[in-house]
């Protein structure tokens, strides 16, 4: 089935109880035992499942091609589920332009637990060929990376993870299933935040890992998700499913919108340079053709000028809100070089638009008369 009608009805099944079209919510913590002590319905208690996340789980596997899924609180806390799977003194290949969080992650958290991480531009497949070592375990790419949506040659990464024996996986919270299958191109694990576009209306957190295969590496993800416990509420995983509902429509709507945005914004005066792997001026453009079918709802700007200029434009923009995250109904705009802080590697005039379902000429008026 095509991923329009995976979102409509993966997981979704009419209640037999009651005939309910949209699914209930649980929030049951318990579930009744029969007199023998088994469970017929396959609920325990909600830390280790409930209906609403299995359902969930069910749709977000689908809408990936992975034979399981685990939902977690948030897209930190799959990925921190992920790295528990490992050992100390295992090595990981990382992108050096991961999401802030995971790189905090991996430097601040897990490096106290004996896991050694190299962060190299993922560009570059020499560089990730020879950061490879004998103790490498697992390779992560996120593609388009925050905040230069630089895009990363997931099969070619994949060949290097397969010749390394390394588990791979793939961060596809900015492309979603949409636009990019990493299955497909050899991936073993894809990471979401769906706080990101698969919610897709600002108002819930929550991580899934999707696994190509239900193996023994998957069931200890789902090991760490029930006895670590950073699971997702009833309510937030109703929430994501039902945003699931709409996702490929609102993808293309947000690509349109964004490829508008860039052009725009590519021709204007007071712009230095243009982020978005859809102008056919991006480094990678021919990767993101091969293997996007479309280009995505986030642009970076680099505006004439220094992070005082940056800042005067985000301060009067009207449309699109300064406000940090993406993928929500509503534009935002970011300066990220503040934001990262001390040590940051993003240039000071750079903004990060997450572009949003409003009208394309209101958004374009709205950067016109900022940048003017
Ligand atoms: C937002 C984001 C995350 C982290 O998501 P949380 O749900 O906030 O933990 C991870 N990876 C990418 C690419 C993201 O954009």
Not at 132 to 145: D, F, M
Not at 146 to 154: E, M, R, V, Y
Not at 310 to 321: D, G, I, P, Q, Y
Request: glycine share 10%.
């Amino acid at each position: 089935m095509r991923i329009e009608t995976i979102a409509v009805h993966a997981g979704a099944h009419v209640d037999p109880g009651t005939g309910a079209v949209t699914p209930a919510i649980h929030p049951s913590t318990t579930f009744e035992r029969d007199a023998d002590g088994s469970y017929p319905r396959g609920f325990l208690y909600s830390r280790n499942s409930n209906p609403n996340r299995s359902a969930l789980e069910e749709c977000l596997a689908a809408l990936e091609g992975g034979e399981a899924a685990a939902a977690f609180a948030s897209a930190s806390a799959a990925t921190s589920a992920i790295l528990l799977t490992l050992r100390p003194g295992d090595h990981i290949v990382a992108p050096i332009d991961a999401y802030h969080g995971t790189l905090r992650l991996l430097r601040e958290t897990f490096a106290g637990w004996g896991l050694d991480t190299t962060f190299v531009d993922m560009a570059d497949t020499a560089a990730v060929r020879a950061a490879i070592r004998a103790s490498t375990r697992l390779i992560l790419v996120e593609t388009p990376s925050n905040p230069l949506w630089k895009i990363t040659d997931i099969a070619a990464i994949g060949e290097i993870a397969g010749e390394a024996g390394a588990l791979y996986v793939c961060d596809n919270t900015t492309a979603t299933p949409v636009l990019q299958s990493p299955f497909n191109l050899g991936a073993d694990l894809v990471l979401h935040a769906t706080t990101k576009y698969l919610g897709g209306h600002g108002d819930v957190l929550g991580g899934v890992v999707v696994s190509r295969t239900r193996d023994a590496r998957f069931d200890r993800i789902r090991a760490v998700q029930a006895s670590g416990g950073a699971v997702p509420s009833p309510f937030d995983c109703w929430l994501v499913r039902r945003g699931i509902r709409t996702l490929p429509y609102r993808v293309r709507a947000h690509c349109e919108n964004a490829l508008q945005v860039a052009t725009f914004l590519h021709g204007h005066p007071r712009v230095e340079v243009v982020h978005y792997p859809g102008l056919p001026t991006h480094p990678a453009h021919d990767v993101a053709r091969r293997q996007m079918t479309a280009f995505g709802g986030m642009v970076s700007v680099q505006v004439r000028g220094d992070q005082a200029r940056a800042m005067e434009v985000a301060a009067k923009l009207r449309v699109f809100t300064r406000a940090t995250s993406f993928g929500g109904t509503e534009s935002l705009v970011e300066h990220r070089a503040s934001i990262e802080g001390a040590g940051t590697r993003t240039p000071e005039n750079l903004l990060r638009l997450s572009v949003g379902l409003e009208h394309p000429d209101d958004l374009i008026d709205d950067l016109g008369q900022a940048l003017s």
